[in-house]
Nanobody, 127 residues
Framework: QVQLVESGGGLVQAGGSLKLSCAAS????????MAWFRQAPGKEREFVAT????????YYANSVKGRFTISRDNAKNTMYLQMNSLKSEDTAVYYC????????????????????WGQGTQVTVSS
């Protein structure tokens, strides 16, 4: 019962920066963990970053660690993904997701953990 809407995607040159937003609405008080995933053409959807919604602890995929920063504004029910030093390999549709069960059956980098997904926003990095 949590609705998610991503925004902020676009075209950027390699080495540039972009900031994505994920606005959550509905029963946001039931959200425990939120995450960013991405999917490039012909590839499997992969984990990017996640954070505890209330505690703000974070975890990143090795491919983006040091370049991307996940954050949130609880008052606005919005999660952000600041992407710096972008590479062509970062080109993908980026999705935000929410875990409203606080599931311990799956790791935070597993798609199966999340029960609510946004529509995705396209990020294209030109070389």
């Amino acid at each position: 019962q949590v609705q998610l809407v991503e925004s902020g995607g676009g075209l950027v040159q390699a080495g540039g920066s972009l900031k994505l937003s994920c606005a959550a609405s509905g029963r946001t008080f039931s959200t425990y963990v939120m995450a960013w995933f991405r999917q490039a053409p012909g590839k499997e959807r992969e984990f990017v970053a996640t954070m505890n919604w209330r505690g703000a602890s974070t975890y990143y995929a090795n491919s983006v660690k040091g370049r991307f920063t996940i954050s949130r504004d609880n008052a606005k029910n919005t999660m952000y993904l600041q992407m710096n030093s972008l590479k062509s390999e970062d080109t993908a549709v980026y999705y935000c997701a929410a875990d409203t069960y606080g599931s311990a059956s799956y790791g935070r980098d597993s798609q199966s953990r999340y029960d609510s997904w946004g529509q995705g926003t396209q990020v294209t990095v030109s070389s």
